[in-house]
C-alpha cells in the first residue's frame, strides 16, 4: 500500500457533494477548486500521500524557508441554509507521476467518500481547443456517468453533446467511473481553454460559475477578477520574456529558473 | 492485485472454446472478434479492470457526452446444435500499458477461464508484412502450442511452417504459452496486413473465416463487407489528408485532433 | 518489501543527530558527510540494500578485483563530551532510480531512525546556481520543517529567506518532511555550487563549517584541503580533456571509458 | 510475487558449483553455458518464469509453428569421478527488462540454490574494450566476492589487477554479491570482446577453458570450433550487409526484419 489518507478529523456529513480539482490543463480545475476553498472558508480533515507523487519537496512560496511535502488534500464545509448540500473537495499539488498511481489514487479517495456516503461526484478540468479564446465567457463541456446527469447540468448551461473531446486523462475521468461502478453518479466539467496558457482565469470563472449555480451558493467573484488580473500579469510576463528568447536577447536575470537541488 | 475480473453472471458452460481479440496490428483480433461477438449475439458475462490500462476515460462515440471505462469485456456463446462448442470470447479497448502488466492480466484470465474448463484458447492478432496487400484474400499465419494443434489448423489452411515469425507480442502469445504450461492447448491466428493500416477489413474476414470452418459454425459476412467498405473510406480519408500534408496544403479543419483534457 | 536494513550492531544512542550525505548535485552531500565519518572515526551498524537501486555491481576503487554492492550506509558516533550528541550518518553510492523508490528508502529509514529515538534531521545537497564560484567560502542555503529549525540555523549562517530555490529533489528533501509528519524536526542545508563541476570540494568546505558549529564539534579541514586540491587536478584535467575534445583532437587513450560488462 | 520457478524434479546434489550464462555482451554467458550443458549433457530440471521477462513469446527456430516462452532454465549435472563437483547451470532467453526485476530473480534464484547447499557461483559476461580481436586466443577478466576466489582463479589465468572494469551491470554481478551476502562465495569471469560482435565465439572459448580447468572437467571444444565457423559466416555477412547499407545498395530482401506481430 503506497497510497495513504491521514484523518486530522471527521466530520459528520450529510450526504455530500464532491468536487475535485488537480493540477491540469490551464489549472482550471485546480483554481477553481481553491477558489471554492477560500471563499466557502471550507475545512481540511484529511491529506493524501502517494509514492506516486513526484519525489519532490516544494518550498512555501512565502521565501521564508519552510518546505512542503507534495500532497493532496481534502476539506469539507456544511450547508448554511435548506436547499444547500454539505460538500467534500479535493485540491493537491499534483496527481500520479505515473498510469498506474492514478488508479491506486482514485480507488483510495473513491473509498473514503464512500465511507461519507457522498451523493454525486463533480470534477473539473480543461479542454484545449488550441485557440486563443478572446470572450469573457468560455464555454464549460461536460462528460457524465449516466443520463440523468446530462439533463441536469445541461440546465444549467454544460454542453455535452457534439463535442469534440473523445478522451478524459487522469484523475477527473477516472473518479467518475469509478465511483460509478461503486454506485455514486458523477460529471466531469471542462472549462474551454486555449491550451497555450499555464492558468486560464476566464475559463476557471465559467467552471465556479456553472458550479455555483448548481450549489444553490453565491460565490462572490470580486476576488476571482483580481487574481485573474495578477495571473493576467504574470502571463503577459511570461510572453514578453519567450518574445525576447525567440529574438535572441539575452539580458534577462535567468538565475531563478537555473536553481536546481540534488 | 491490480487487476481485477468483475463476474455479471456465472453461465453454465460446457468445455468451452475461448476467443481472444485485443487491440494490435491493423486491429485484426479486435475487430475479428467483435464481429463474432456482434453476429453471434454473444452475451456479456465479466469485465476485466486493471491498473495496467491507460489511465484514461472514453467518451462513447454517439457524443451523447457518456464516459466509458477502458476495460476488457468477457462473452459467451452457447452451442445451438451437436458438433458445436459453447464459446466464450474476450474483446477489449486497450492491452496493458507496461511490460509486466501484460503477464498479470493474461494470468486472472487464464484462472477465470480454468474455472470454465476451457478446453482450447485461439488468439488473433495481425501480421505486419511491410507491403501493401491487394489480394481479396489474405493468408492466416499460425503458431501453436503443440505439433497437435498445427496439424488441426493446418487442415483448415493456417500456414504455420517457414513463416518469418519471430516473436509474438503481447497477450496473444503470452495466453497460449500460460495457457499451455496449465494443461490448455491453444494458437495463434494471425492475419497477413501491411502493417501500414489502422484497421485492416481483408485480414479480419480470412481470420474470421478460418475459425468459423474450425468451429462449424456459419457466419454472415454481409456486415463485415459494409464494415470493411465503410472502414475502407476512412481508410482513403486518411490517405488523402497525409498526402495533403506532405505536400504542405493546410487548409483541413484540425480542430477535431486538438482537443485534450487535463 | 524490496527495500531491507541489515542491522550489524545496535548501538545504544542518546538522542542522536541524523546527518544524510547521498549522491547528488556538486556531491557536497556525500562528500561532506564521508568526511564527517572518517574524522569523527565513525562506525558502522547497519547497511540499507534496495531494489531501486541500480541493478549494478561496483569494483573497489583499489583494482584488486572485488565486487562491492550497491548500498546505503548507517554510521554512528558517540558524544565524547558534554553539550555534544549522539550522530547517525547515512552514506551511499546511490540514489533510487525510480521515483517511488524514493519514498519506500526513505521510509524505511526514518522507521529505523525512530527506534533510535532521532532528535533532529539534517540532510546535504547543493544548490546550482549555474554560474562558477570564485570565492573561497561558498553561501549555504537551508530550507526546515519548521521555524524553529530556521531560527536556529540562521544563527550560524545559513541563508533561509529570499532564495530561489523551488523545490528539493530526491532524499533531502523527503526525508525532512516525512519525519517532520512524524515528529522529528530536520533541515536540509545546501551548498551554493556551480551545478557544472562533478564534486565541489569548496561548497562541501562551507556546509562541513556549519555542522561542526552546529554540533560544537571541531573537524580538522586539512586533510580536506587536501583532497579538494586532489580533486581540483582532476577537474583540471577534465576540462583539458573537455578542451582537447572540442578542438577535435583525438590522440587521448580512451579505452578506460569504454568498458562496459553485460 | 511475479517470479516463479517451476522445479521439474528435485536432484540429490552434493555441495554443487553454480554455472551462470545469461544473454550480455558478445553473448559470451549465454553461448559458454549452452555449450557445457550440452557437452556435459546437462539435465534440466527447473524453469524460471517472471513478469520482469519481456511480454513476448518466441517461436521455435525450426520453423515448424511452435511458441516457446521467455525463461531462465536451471540445469544440473553430477560429478562422473573423483576430484569432480556436481554442478547446476542457469541458462536463458532474457534478462529482467527493468532495473527492479535483476533483483527480484536474483533473489529467487539464489533462494533456489541456498537449497542445494551450492558451495561456490560462477558468472559469466563478456567486457568490451572496443576494438577488434585479432588473437585467437581473449584475456578472461575477473571480479570476485572475497580475496580467496582471486587467489584461486588468478592461477589458472584469469585476470583481476588493473583492469579498467568498474563496473558489472545486471545478473552477473549481482549473483555474486547476493550469494556473498548469504555465505556463498562467487567469481564472475568476463571474455574480452571487441564489443561490436553479437557473438562472440573466441571469447566464449577462452572462457570455457578457464572453467574446464577448474572443474577439472574435459570439455570437447571440437564442436565449438564448428559453432565458432558458422557463427563467424552469420556476422560476415551482416557485416557485407552493412557496407551494402552504407553504399545505399538496396537489393536486398527485407522481408524477414519487418515481420512484427500485434
Known amino acids: 500500500m503506497t497510497t495513504t489518507i491521514h484523518v486530522l478529523e471527521k466530520p459528520k456529513l450529510n450526504n455530500p457533494i464532491f468536487i475535485e480539482g488537480l493540477p491540469g490543463i490551464g489549472y482550471v480545475g485546480r483554481n477553481a477548486t481553491g477558489y471554492l476553498i477560500e471563499e466557502l472558508k471550507a475545512v481540511k480533515f484529511a491529506e493524501v500521500y502517494s509514492d506516486h507523487f513526484p519525489p519532490v519537496v516544494l518550498l512555501e512560496p512565502s521565501k521564508k524557508g519552510l518546505m512542503i511535502p507534495i500532497k493532496n488534500e481534502l476539506y469539507y464545509w456544511k450547508a448554511k441554509k435548506k436547499g444547500q448540500s454539505d460538500i467534500i473537495l479535493l485540491i493537491g499539488d499534483s496527481q500520479s507521476m505515473d ?12 473509498e473514503l467518500l464512500k465511507t461519507y456516503n457522498v ?17 469573457r465567457v468560455c464555454k464549460v463541456y461536460g462528460a457524465a456517468s449516466d443520463e440523468e446527469q446530462i439533463k441536469i447540468f445541461e440546465k444549467i448551461g454544460v454542453k455535452f453533446k457534439n463535442t469534440n473531446i473523445g478522451q478524459i486523462i487522469g484523475a477527473s475521468g477516472l473518479m467518475i467511473v469509478e465511483g460509478h461502478r461503486q454506485g455514486i453518479p458523477g460529471v466531469c466539467l471542462m472549462g474551454e481553454t486555449s491550451g497555450m496558457l499555464l492558468s486560464d482565469p476566464k475559463s476557471t470563472e465559467s467552471v465556479i460559475e456553472i458550479i455555483s449555480k448548481y450549489l444553490g451558493i453565491k460565490i462572490d467573484m470580486t476576488k476571482l477578477e483580481q487574481r485573474i488580473k495578477e495571473i493576467e500579469k504574470v502571463i503577459k510576463k511570461i510572453e514578453d520574456l519567450q518574445t525576447k528568447i525567440m529574438s535572441g536577447t539575452k539580458d534577462t536575470k535567468s538565475d531563478e529558473s537555473l536553481g536546481y537541488i540534488g
Open 99 to 110: 498510469p498506474q498511481g492514478h488508479y491506486e489514487i482514485t480507488n483510495k479517495v473513491i
Open 119 to 135: 451523493s454525486k461526484l463533480i470534477t473539473i478540468g480543461g479542454f484545449a481547443t488550441g485557440k486563443m479564446i478572446e470572450k
